[in-house]
């Protein structure tokens, strides 16, 4: 296995198949506008929605970039955790949920037509393969924490088997 094709493994088993950690499309299965909206307690703590516009927006920077477009920058990192919609918006919510499977396919795509010689390919920030791993580390991050804020309001099973 060369290093695209383990970053190829990594970057499905964080959004489409199950590894050590629930893949992030699990992870959002079945909520709610509701449910993506609800604020655990503390004033540091994000919502899932908050989250998933996180993430949305670095995975649309990556794919801005590598099909060589213009890419927005956003003021401050904070900026890049506003959703949407609100708690009623349930048209909005499934818009980002299903908007996060397409970038997925589409990143996927794109990736899976790299060549080996590609992963240190000069990239913003640093080498190409390597930005796609921190991109896939961090959706792993943000995947535990949807998870996690799940448990605390009770929509997450609380026993899960996986294979």
Same mark, same amino acid.
């Given at each position: 296995?060369n290093?695209?094709?383990?970053?190829?493994?990594?970057f499905?088993?964080?959004?489409?198949?199950?590894?050590?950690?629930?893949?992030?499309?699990?992870?959002?299965a079945?909520?709610?506008?509701?449910?993506?909206?609800?604020?655990?307690?503390?004033?540091?703590?994000?919502?899932?929605?908050?989250?998933?516009?996180?993430?949305?927006?670095? #995975?649309?920077?990556?794919?801005?970039?590598? $099909?060589?477009? @213009?890419?927005? =920058? +956003?003021?401050?990192?904070? %900026?890049?955790?506003?959703?949407s919609?609100?708690?009623?918006?349930?048209?909005a919510?499934?818009?980002?949920? #299903?908007?996060?499977?397409?970038?997925?396919? $589409?990143?996927? @795509?794109?990736? =899976? +037509?790299?060549?080996?010689? %590609?992963?240190?390919?000069?990239?913003?920030?640093?080498?190409?393969?390597?930005?796609?791993?921190?991109?896939?580390?961090?959706?792993?991050?943000?995947?535990? $924490?949807?998870?996690?804020?799940?448990?605390?309001?009770?929509?997450?099973?609380?026993?899960?088997?996986?294979?």
């Amino acid at each position: 296995m060369n290093r695209m094709d383990l970053l190829l493994r990594e970057f499905d088993h964080t959004y489409l198949q199950e590894d050590w950690y629930p893949p992030l499309k699990d992870a959002l299965a079945g909520l709610t506008a509701a449910q993506a909206s609800w604020r655990p307690p503390g004033a540091a703590a994000n919502t899932i929605w908050e989250i998933v516009s996180h993430l949305l927006f670095f #995975k649309e920077q990556l794919l801005c970039r590598l $099909q060589n477009k @213009e890419v927005v =920058a +956003a003021a401050t990192n904070d %900026d890049t955790f506003t959703p949407s919609g609100g708690p009623d918006d349930e048209e909005a919510w499934q818009a980002d949920v #299903k908007r996060m499977e397409t970038i997925h396919h $589409q990143l996927r @795509e794109l990736l =899976a +037509a790299l060549r080996e010689e %590609d992963f240190d390919r000069p990239f913003p920030v640093s080498p190409l393969g390597l930005r796609v791993f921190s991109i896939i580390t961090h959706d792993a991050f943000h995947a535990g $924490q949807i998870v996690q804020i799940r448990k605390m309001q009770g929509s997450w099973p609380a026993r899960r088997a996986f294979e």
